[in-house]
């Protein structure tokens, strides 16, 4: 059956929208789910429910929103399906939130941006999502009550109180997290790929092996996704070094034209010493942007050859 377009879309266009969304979708999800790497989950998922879904789009012109609610709606039941974590009961009295820019509305920005994604898990949920999408990507208080569909003055309530609390969580001390030493697995893996030993790695896959790569469709099975590793063989050279992010091991890319910070990272899943999973961040880098990423160990300038 073909699709319905809206008005000024097609699906050329439609892609490219999406496509120009996803981090500022990132940012949102992210910090709602407390995790980039779910944050990304739900981006995803949301970016396939959009384009299953076009039809329902009443106009190109209110894309964004639709899409934020997609998000939105998706990440609340992937929230749900968690442990039975009880939300704060909502107060009935509402304190006031400025609309107008200037420098105290600029302090409360920072004090939402400078939070690590993960201490946005403490907040109740209306208030995690009335302070991210006010303070961390600047809407409205009319584009923030349309898309969780409650009053202005309900936004206004969340706001104030999630301002609130953020202020005490980066006003007490933030827990040190140690250098946790790397697994021998991921150890071993970085070890085969800086010495570009791919046949080393590919004999690491299982035979059901997946690979995800954001943007790029997927693959499975040893074979196809042996294809990973010649396509790493034949670009521009990177470094990679065990890492922690959220208490576990990540792998930190680094390349060339900055050996000084990792550029993205991947996640690896292992089954019995062998690869089931590779989550490749190359194609979805905002996603790093926000990583509080822990190097286990050292990819300086001086590795490169």
């Not at 939300?87 to 509305?105: C, F, K, N, R, V």
């Not at 996640?267 to 010493?273: A, F, I, S, V």
Request: net charge negative; aromatic share 8%.
């Amino acid at each position: 059956m073909k699709t319905a377009w809206p008005e000024g879309l097609d699906e050329r266009s439609f892609l490219v929208v999406l496509g120009d969304m996803r981090p500022e979708l990132h940012r949102y999800c992210a910090r709602l789910m407390g995790s980039v790497v779910d944050g990304e989950d739900v981006v995803q998922d949301a970016m396939d429910r959009a384009f299953a879904s076009v039809e329902s789009l009443q106009s190109a012109a209110a894309i964004r929103g639709w899409l934020y609610r997609i998000a939105h709606n998706r990440a609340l039941d992937l929230l749900r399906n968690r442990s039975n974590r009880k939300e704060d009961a909502l107060d009935a009295a509402y304190g006031l939130a400025a609309e107008a820019a200037g420098p105290i509305e600029d302090l409360l920005n920072d004090e939402a941006i400078r939070t690590a994604v993960t201490r946005f898990l403490e907040l109740p949920i209306p208030q995690r999502s009335c302070v991210v999408l006010k303070d961390v990507l600047g809407q409205s208080l009319a584009e923030i009550s349309l898309l969780l569909g409650i009053s202005t003055d309900a936004v206004k309530g969340h706001l104030w109180r999630g301002r609130e609390s953020l202020k005490r969580l980066n006003a007490s001390s933030p827990t040190r997290v140690a250098r946790i030493t790397p697994s021998n697995e991921t150890e071993r893996y970085v070890e085969l790929f800086n010495s570009g030993n791919w046949a080393g790695l590919r004999a690491l896959l299982a035979d059901d092996v997946k690979l995800n790569q954001a943007t790029h469709p997927a693959r499975s099975g040893a074979t196809d996704v042996g294809m990973f590793f010649s396509i790493y063989s034949q670009s521009p050279r990177v470094r990679l070094a065990p890492a922690q992010l959220d208490g576990r091991d990540v792998v930190a890319v680094f390349e060339s034209t900055d050996p000084s910070r990792s550029a993205y990272f991947m996640l690896l899943e292992w089954d019995r010493g062998r690869i089931a999973l590779i989550r490749d961040f190359r194609y979805a880098r905002y996603v790093a942007r926000d990583a509080d990423l822990v190097q286990s160990g050292d990819a300086s300038a001086s590795d490169w050859s």
